[in-house]
């Protein structure tokens, strides 16, 4: 019997906790920690097994560990015989497109792990430059945040979309006041606003000097020339070319994560019949399930996950 058509997809930033490196010390994957360690500066196994979950939501330590975690699901999965073969396709959300080219085969572990560091840092140290914030907007279409950010602009506030993760789901960025904005006016178009803990506007125009940083960080970066098909965040397309991912990783900082119309990509245009979800946490298992509810949906945020995935769920991957 020939498996179903997959896309494995990976996680980011907000899906850290205290001791999440704890399930995989001591697996074949943890070697892995060494490489990340070395490439960005950082201690992160003492990052991944005792840091406090409060210092963890700086943005520069929070992306290094879900990018971590996330690459050590992906090899533990590999390593233990539960994925063979090659992918239909991967996709990341906003840091998870890292670990997506890993995985992809497009960009090698170093070298991501370097970017990793520069785009945390640099995202950091612009949002310290300009102070913004985030919220979602849950229930309404995004015609309608759309309409509503624009007229919050009009009205001198900035305020942009960031993220279209779902139906009813979708994310703004911008100065506190224009975010402050934004959820005032959402009761007006059936919204619920939502405020996120984050630490800075992200995919929003307050991220241009990060982008700067992280355009003279790729400089010196080789990608495949082919590789497993990425659904880049940044147009909701598969890209098999490492050429295209300079260009599109720089772009994604200041840009919307169209994360819903990739999922319908990999799924309406691609024919993948499963989604499993590789790193911390099973926020886009839930999100994907909202997206297309009759699509197969699997979760692998640690080697207990792995074990659980009996021979009948075993998948081409």
Same mark, same amino acid.
């Given at each position: 019997?020939?498996?179903?058509?997959?896309?494995?997809?990976?996680?980011?930033?907000?899906?850290?906790?205290?001791?999440?490196?704890?399930?995989?010390?001591?697996?074949?994957?943890?070697?892995?920690?060494?490489?990340?360690?070395?490439?960005?500066?950082?201690?992160?196994?003492?990052?991944?097994?005792?840091?406090?979950?409060?210092?963890?939501?700086?943005?520069?330590?929070?992306?290094?560990?879900?990018?971590?975690?996330?690459?050590?699901?992906?090899?533990?999965?590999?390593?233990?015989?539960?994925?063979?073969? =090659? @992918?239909?396709?991967?996709?990341?959300?906003?840091?998870? *497109?890292?670990? #997506?080219?890993?995985? /992809? $085969? !497009?960009? &090698?572990?170093?070298?991501?792990?370097?970017?990793?560091?520069?785009?945390?840092?640099?995202?950091?140290?612009?949002?310290?430059?300009?102070?913004?914030?985030?919220?979602?907007?849950?229930?309404?279409?995004?015609?309608?945040?759309?309409?509503?950010?624009?007229?919050?602009?009009?009205?001198?506030?900035?305020?942009?979309?960031?993220?279209?993760? =779902? @139906?009813?789901?979708?994310?703004?960025?911008?100065?506190? *006041?224009?975010? #402050?904005?934004?959820? /005032? $006016? !959402?009761? &007006?178009?059936?919204?619920?606003?939502?405020?996120?803990?984050?630490?800075?506007?992200?995919?929003?125009?307050?991220?241009?000097?990060?982008?700067?940083?992280?355009?003279?960080?790729?400089?010196?970066?080789?990608?495949?020339?082919?590789?497993?098909?990425?659904?880049?965040?940044?147009?909701?397309?598969?890209?098999?070319?490492?050429?295209?991912?300079?260009?599109?990783?720089?772009?994604?900082?200041?840009?919307?994560?169209?994360?819903?119309?990739?999922?319908?990509?990999?799924?309406?245009?691609?024919?993948?019949?499963?989604?499993?979800?590789?790193?911390?946490?099973?926020?886009?298992?839930?999100?994907?399930?909202?997206?297309?509810?009759?699509?197969?949906?699997?979760?692998?945020?640690?080697?207990?996950?792995?074990?659980?995935?009996?021979?009948?769920?075993?998948?081409l991957a």
């Amino acid at each position: 019997m020939t498996p179903e058509p997959i896309a494995l997809l990976f996680p980011g930033q907000g899906t850290q906790k205290q001791g999440m490196g704890e399930p995989w010390r001591d697996t074949g994957a943890w070697a892995l920690v060494e490489t990340v360690s070395e490439q960005s500066g950082q201690d992160v196994a003492e990052l991944l097994l005792h840091t406090d979950g409060a210092l963890l939501r700086r943005t520069d330590l929070a992306q290094l560990v879900v990018f971590t975690v996330a690459v050590m699901a992906h090899d533990e999965a590999r390593r233990t015989g539960l994925l063979t073969g =090659a @992918p239909i396709a991967c996709a990341g959300h906003s840091l998870g *497109e890292y670990a #997506a080219l890993v995985a /992809a $085969g !497009a960009l &090698g572990l170093a070298d991501a792990a370097r970017l990793v560091a520069v785009r945390g840092s640099a995202m950091r140290e612009a949002a310290e430059l300009r102070e913004g914030t985030m919220g979602v907007l849950v229930g309404a279409p995004l015609q309608a945040v759309e309409e509503l950010t624009a007229d919050a602009r009009a009205a001198g506030h900035q305020v942009w979309v960031a993220n279209v993760n =779902a @139906p009813g789901q979708v994310v703004v960025s911008g100065s506190v *006041e224009g975010v #402050a904005a934004a959820s /005032a $006016g !959402a009761p &007006g178009i059936g919204a619920k606003p939502i405020s996120i803990p984050v630490g800075g506007a992200f995919h929003s125009p307050y991220m241009a000097p990060a982008a700067e940083r992280l355009r003279a960080a790729l400089a010196g970066v080789e990608f495949a020339a082919l590789h497993t098909p990425v659904v880049a965040n940044t147009d909701a397309r598969p890209h098999a070319s490492g050429a295209d991912w300079p260009e599109l990783m720089i772009r994604q900082l200041t840009s919307p994560v169209m994360w819903e119309a990739g999922v319908r990509t990999l799924v309406d245009r691609m024919g993948c019949r499963r989604l499993i979800e590789l790193g911390p946490g099973r926020t886009l298992a839930g999100v994907a399930r909202r997206i297309t509810p009759e699509t197969e949906v699997l979760s692998i945020d640690s080697p207990v996950a792995l074990g659980a995935v009996g021979p009948a769920s075993r998948v081409l991957a």
